[in-house]
């Protein structure tokens, strides 16, 4: 996959660009506060449906202005491609090959990209929703229905919440109308854990040899994915009837709380390093090794369901990796678009 040209009106700071990119390692580089980070941003838009950097597209509008428009012209193996979106007040215009489209989830999936940004640092140090994100991304990228799962899934949680909320008030529920949406909450939540724990295999395989190749053979990265439901069932009713027996019998706890305890969202992945937590005793050097490991193990996963590469975008930080991790990137970088950006 091959961005061709990248056009940006009004996007955060930039009033107007139009960049044409070469197939290899294309340099961005310049002072702080250039838009260098906000060009990575607009590119990682078509790749995700969302900034990385904030909650809200009205953020991404440069001040003063009424609205923002970005567009991405790439070569994949089907041939070439644009994506293109705008936000003006509260209408949005989204294109797909020039052709208007209605919903964000037509366009993700298209493009595909592997973002490393230096807040990326804290997905072996921080909370599991660091971690969970990175996977929620990761696994949408090689799942085409992983997306309309999960977003079915949050959902369903959603109004099973509401429910629970109204029983730990005490107010009359028709128990039927609970059973349906635990039925529902289980159904997506396994289709969810099957396209994970497959995801989660493939990257350990990748990433075991990154970090092996990093320090010369003396560290081993080992991931797991922390669920409740055993990782020996595999096959997907099986796992939704896990879920159906674990909510069913938390019913009472659930209840009490108010909100599901359970699932999905609640789900993380332990990252190891020779045997031991990284989380707990990883030193900063072995952090950052462990997530240049799995970035680049996330293209590489891209590329055995996919079949192509993504584009890799490194926004500022080269400047946190030494000079061994530097070349490795760089030397690795046959066949790949990286972007990079440095001042």
Not at 182 to 192: G, L, N
Not at 206 to 211: E, F, P
């Amino acid at each position: 996959m091959i961005i061709k040209r990248f056009r940006a009106e009004n996007f955060r700071n930039i009033e107007k660009c139009d960049i044409e990119f070469s197939p290899g390692v294309n340099l961005l580089y310049g002072k702080n506060a250039q838009g260098k980070t906000n060009v990575v941003e607009g590119i990682y838009y078509f790749s995700r449906g969302k900034s990385f950097r904030g909650r809200e597209d009205k953020e991404l509008v440069r001040f003063g202005e009424a609205g923002f428009r970005i567009k991405l012209d790439f070569s994949s193996g089907t041939g070439d491609e644009s994506l293109e979106y705008a936000m003006f007040g509260k209408e949005r215009l989204r294109k797909k090959n020039d052709y208007k489209i209605t919903k964000i989830t037509e366009m993700i999936g298209s493009f595909k990209a592997v973002l490393f940004y230096p807040d990326d640092l804290g997905l072996v140090k921080d909370g599991p929703e660091e971690r969970r994100g990175f996977l929620n991304v990761a696994a949408a990228a090689c799942y085409s229905p992983y997306i309309r799962y999960y977003s079915d899934y949050k959902k369903a949680l959603e109004n099973r919440n509401c429910i629970l909320k109204m029983l730990q008030k005490g107010l009359p529920i028709d128990p039927r109308e609970l059973e349906s949406w635990s039925d529902s909450v289980a159904e997506y939540a396994s289709h969810i854990f099957v396209f994970r724990n497959d995801y989660i295999k493939k990257l350990e395989v990748y990433a075991k040899k990154v970090l092996s190749d990093i320090s010369d053979g003396k560290e081993e990265l080992n991931l797991e994915y922390e669920s409740d439901i055993s990782l020996g069932i595999t096959e997907r009713s099986a796992v939704k009837s896990e879920y159906e027996r674990i909510l069913s019998e938390n019913l009472d706890r659930e209840m009490a709380a108010g909100v599901t305890l359970f699932g999905p969202h609640r789900e993380d992945i332990e990252i190891k390093i020779n045997g031991k937590s990284a989380r707990s005793f990883a030193s900063q050097g072995q952090q950052r090794s462990i997530v240049l490991a799995l970035k680049l193990a996330e293209g590489e996963v891209i590329k055995e369901i996919c079949g192509e590469y993504p584009v890799f975008l490194f926004d500022d930080v080269l400047s946190e990796l030494d000079s061994e991790r530097r070349r490795y990137i760089l030397s690795g970088s046959e066949g790949k678009q990286i972007i990079i950006t440095s001042c």
